[in-house]
C-alpha cells in the first residue's frame, strides 16, 4: 500500500487530511479531475496537504484541479487556501454566498488596513482577493468566485470512462437564507467599537455561513459536511436541509462528520434519511487549547451508528514531561498553556470503481489515521 499511487481513470476518491488542527478534502472524480475542499498544512512538508499530495501523484496541478471550494473562514479549514487557488490556476472557486457580503468584504478591509489585529481565516481571504484582482488586471483567465447557497450546482461534467459516461455534479447545500442573514448579523458584532482599542477577528458561532456538500459521481453519492451545526432555528443548520433540499436524490455512503463528530453537528435526520445504513464515516480531530474534539461521547455516539468510522489523528495530545523541577516552573511561570506543536498528522483515503454499484469502497489509512 502506497499513498502515491494514483487513482485509475475509472475511480473514485476521497481524501481526507488532517492534524490535530485542520482538515482538507481531494475528491477524484475520475479521467483525472480534481475537486479540492478547504486547505490545512502538513506538518512536515510544511505546505497545503492536498498540493503536496497531488504533486507526488504527479498530477498537473495547474490544469487537473477543477473546483476549490472555501467551506468557510475558520483558519482551521483553510489555512494555505490562497496559496492553493494561486497553484491551481484553471479551477474554478466557491466561497459561501455569506462571505459576499458587505459586511465581511468589511472585514477583510479592517484586517488588510491594520485596523484589527490577526484574525481567524480572513488572512487567507485578503491574498485570495488579491489574487482575483491581479487577474483581472492583467487580463489572464478569469473565473469570478462563484457563490455557495443552498441546492446550488456549482460543478457539473460529463466524465468519460471509455466505453461508458457518467455525470458528476457538486452541489452546495447550505447556507440558506435565513443562515446568511444570521451570519451577517455575527459578522456585524465582531467590528470594533468607536474607541476600542484593536481586538482579534474571532469566528462566530454558530457557523451559519458553512457550506455542505453533496457531490453525486455515477451511482454513489458522497455527503461533506464541513463545520454546519444544528441550531434552533428550524430554517438554518441541518434542520432545513432535511426538510427543503431539492437535491438529495439517493443516499449517501460517505460521510465527512461536521464539526470533528462534536455534538452541535449531529442531526439524528441525516444518519435515518440522507446516508445509507453503516455509512463510511470519515472526521479530523480538534485539539487546541483546553479543547479535543471529538469527546469520548462523541466517539461512542458514532460508533453505534456505523462499523465504518476513521479519524486523521489521535483525538488527544500526550501531556509535556519535565525531567528537572526547575525548568518545569520557568516555563510555567512564562506562559499560560503548553501544547506540542505536531499533534499527530494522517490521511483516509477511499477509493471505489465509477459505475459498479456492487464494489465496496476500499480503505487506506496512512500515518496516524486510525479507526475510531
Known amino acids: 500500500m502506497s499513498v502515491n499511487i494514483s487513482p485509475a ?99 477583510i478591509g479592517l484586517y488588510h488596513s491594520g485596523s484589527v489585529m490577526q484574525s481567524s481565516g480572513i488572512d487567507e481571504f485578503v491574498h485570495i482577493f488579491q489574487q482575483l484582482d491581479k487577474r483581472k488586471k492583467q487580463g489572464v483567465r478569469f473565473n469570478a468566485p462563484k457563490f455557495a447557497l443552498a441546492d446550488r450546482v456549482l460543478f457539473r461534467e460529463e466524465i468519460s470512462l471509455g466505453t461508458t459516461t457518467v455525470e458528476a455534479n457538486i452541489s452546495s447545500l447550505s447556507p440558506s437564507d435565513e443562515a446568511v442573514l444570521q451570519a451577517l448579523l455575527a459578522f456585524e458584532r465582531l467590528f470594533p467599537h468607536r474607541l476600542e482599542s484593536k481586538k482579534r477577528i ?107 468510522a476513521f479519524l486523521t489523528a489521535p483525538t488527544a495530545t500526550r501531556s509535556t514531561k519535565w525531567r528537572k523541577k526547575v525548568v518545569r516552573d520557568t516555563v510555567k511561570q512564562a506562559t499560560k498553556n503548553i501544547r506540542n506543536v505536531h499533534q499527530g498528522w494522517g490521511h483516509i483515503r477511499l477509493r471505489k470503481r465509477i459505475g459498479y454499484p456492487n464494489k465496496a469502497w476500499r480503505v487506506e489509512l496512512f500515518g496516524d489515521a486510525r479507526p475510531l
Open 9 to 107: 481513470v475509472d475511480e473514485l476518491e476521497v481524501s481526507l487530511f488532517g492534524p490535530g488542527y485542520g482538515e482538507a478534502i481531494a475528491l477524484h472524480l475520475g479521467r483525472g479531475k480534481w475537486v479540492l475542499v478547504d486547505s490545512c498544512i502538513d506538518p512536515i512538508a510544511k505546505a497545503p496537504a492536498t498540493l503536496h499530495y497531488l504533486s507526488h501523484l504527479g498530477v498537473d496541478i495547474a490544469q487537473a484541479v477543477k473546483l476549490i471550494v472555501a467551506t468557510h473562514w475558520h483558519d482551521d479549514h483553510v489555512r494555505g487556501i490562497s496559496t492553493v487557488f494561486q497553484k491551481c490556476q484553471s479551477a474554478e472557486l466557491v466561497i459561501s454566498t455569506a462571505l459576499s457580503k458587505d459586511k465581511f468584504l468589511e472585514l
Open 202 to 308: 474571532t469566528s462566530p458561532s454558530p457557523n451559519h455561513a458553512s457550506v455542505a456538500l453533496w457531490c453525486a459521481i455515477g451511482d454513489s453519492r458522497i455527503l461533506l459536511g464541513a463545520d454546519l451545526e444544528c441550531t434552533s432555528n428550524p430554517k438554518t443548520g441541518w434542520s432545513v436541509i432535511l426538510d427543503d433540499s431539492s437535491v438529495l436524490d439517493r443516499k449517501a455512503s460517505v460521510f465527512k462528520v461536521p464539526h470533528h463528530g462534536s455534538k452541535n453537528a449531529h442531526h439524528d435526520g441525516i444518519w435515518d434519511n440522507v446516508l445509507i445504513r453503516g455509512p463510511f464515516a470519515i472526521l479530523t480531530p480538534y485539539n487546541r487549547g483546553s479543547t479535543s474534539l471529538p469527546s469520548s461521547n462523541d466517539i461512542a455516539r458514532i460508533v453505534s451508528l456505523t462499523s465504518h
